[in-house]
């Protein structure tokens, strides 16, 4: 945001903010553009001066909150490390825009999904998925997504929580590697063990086997998550 004027910012930011409480308290349904702008104390010609249409400002609003973390510095290498950049990715996007990330991911009801989360751990499952291919992995690469995305939004409200002068951000660093130790095997050519072989072949089950009726991937899905486990 460097490089505008602080009116500018926050109006840009109002909008951002606006669209991103609206979208959690719609659980998936429409936002209208009306409903922003009243939310965010603008017309709709500055919604559309800042993102040029409202499709505009909620992909500003996906690309604000979701990719900080899950996209590594540039593509490619070991999915691990690419895992860790995210996370840390994540956390320093949540201690530069405390405010709105606190709106987009502190505002939670008992029983309610957050549609937000869920689409970060949708893209933490395609880093997941290939270490669950691979053997490396203790449990199935959703549930890995999962606890890791849980962890991750935790330690950064936490974070936030604390008074800037005091905040202990070694504490990121070994939750983080602490979540990835048990999420993670051993590495295939030092001996995987059999919960981490049988979450590689339930994943390989998620492509077509035409050896296999659905009922009998179904039932050996079943096993596998038992042997997983």
């Known amino acids: 945001m460097a490089g505008r004027s602080s009116s500018t910012t926050s109006t840009r930011d109002r909008l951002l903010l606006a669209a991103g409480q609206l979208l959690h308290e719609a659980q998936g349904g429409p936002v209208s553009t009306r409903a922003i702008c009243e939310r965010a104390g603008v017309q709709a010609p500055t919604l559309y001066h800042h993102?040029?249409?409202?499709?505009g400002l909620l992909d500003a609003v996906v690309n604000y909150g979701f990719t900080q973390y899950v996209q590594a510095p540039a593509p490619g290498g070991d999915p691990v490390d690419r895992i860790r950049a995210g996370w840390d990715r994540h956390v320093g996007y949540g201690l530069e825009n405390p405010q709105f990330y606190v709106l987009l991911?502190?505002?939670?009801?008992?029983?309610?999904?957050?549609?937000?989360?869920?689409?970060?751990?949708?893209?933490?499952?395609?880093?997941?998925?290939?270490?669950?291919?691979?053997?490396?992995?203790?449990?199935?690469?959703?549930?890995?997504?999962?606890?890791?995305?849980?962890?991750?939004?935790?330690?950064?409200?936490?974070?936030?929580?604390?008074?800037?002068?005091?905040?202990?951000?070694?504490?990121?660093?070994?939750?983080?590697?602490?979540?990835?130790?048990g999420l993670l095997a051993e590495r295939p050519a030092e001996g995987?063990?059999?919960?981490?072989?049988?979450v590689a072949l339930s994943t390989a089950l998620a492509d077509d086997v035409d050896q296999l009726t659905t009922t009998e991937r179904q039932l050996l899905r079943e096993w596998l998550h038992r042997l997983s486990n």
């Open 51 to 55: 993102f040029g249409s409202k499709q």
């Open 105 to 181: 991911y502190g505002q939670i009801e008992p029983g309610v999904p957050c549609n937000l989360t869920s689409s970060a751990e949708a893209m933490l499952l395609e880093l997941f998925t290939p270490l669950a291919r691979d053997g490396r992995l203790r449990v199935e690469a959703a549930e890995a997504a999962r606890q890791f995305a849980a962890a991750n939004s935790g330690v950064t409200l936490s974070l936030i929580a604390q008074p800037e002068e005091s905040r202990d951000l070694a504490m990121s660093t070994q939750v983080r590697e602490a979540v990835l130790a």
């Open 192 to 198: 995987s063990t059999v919960g981490a072989l049988a």
